[in-house]
Nanobody
């Protein structure tokens, strides 16, 4: 079965950290760019960060720059989103998706998402 599975979400206090994981199953993640998205209730989906297959380039949305770091480990067929200095407005369901390149706006695989709640 070809799929992406996210994990690592949860409840965290403002200022805290979480690391989200995105595991690929049934295909090799090496050739794909990995996008992290989030969607809060009543809001549109927002692209958070993207990393290309060669690991040489990544893009972050302005609201997370300096706080979130995207990375990947092709040997483990995994991608990650390290989230530091979390704010209540980061609360959302976070999804990973695989595309051929960052910015192409066409994704081959999506995960089911993991919930992140930032609250005191």
């Amino acid at each position: 079965q070809l799929q992406l599975v996210e994990s690592g979400g949860g409840l965290v206090q403002p200022g805290g950290s979480l690391r989200l994981s995105c595991a690929a199953s049934g295909f090799t993640l090496d050739y794909y760019a990995i996008d992290w998205f989030r969607q809060a209730p009543g809001k549109e989906r927002e692209e958070v960060s993207c990393i290309n297959s060669g690991i040489s380039s990544s893009n972050d949305t302005d609201s997370v720059k300096g706080r979130f770091t995207i990375s990947r480990d092709n040997a483990k067929n995994m991608a990650y989103l390290q989230m530091n200095s979390l704010k209540p407005e980061d609360t959302a369901r976070y999804y990973c998706a695989a595309a051929w390149r960052c910015g192409e706006n066409e994704w081959q695989y999506w995960g089911q998402g993991t919930q992140v709640t930032v609250s005191s």
